[in-house]
């Protein structure tokens, strides 16, 4: 959780400070053209989630 807080604040750091007078219904309509237009990435996204490998935990049986 506190790694996404620190991506989010990073990310919008980066955009305030390339753009600081950007215009919010701008952001929405360009994501609302990807959503439209792009929707399969979702999928490919998806299914790179399922098939990333898991993490085992690295306890030791003594």
């Not at 604040?9 to 007078?21: A, E, F, N, Q, Y």
Request: net charge positive.
């Amino acid at each position: 959780m506190r790694k996404r807080a620190g991506i989010i604040l990073i990310v919008s750091g980066l955009i305030l400070i390339i753009k600081p007078s950007f215009d919010f219904e701008m952001v929405m309509l360009g994501l609302n053209y990807i959503a439209v237009h792009y929707w399969p990435l979702g999928f490919i996204f998806i299914g790179m989630l399922l098939l990333w490998p898991e993490k085992k935990s690295s306890k030791r049986k003594r």
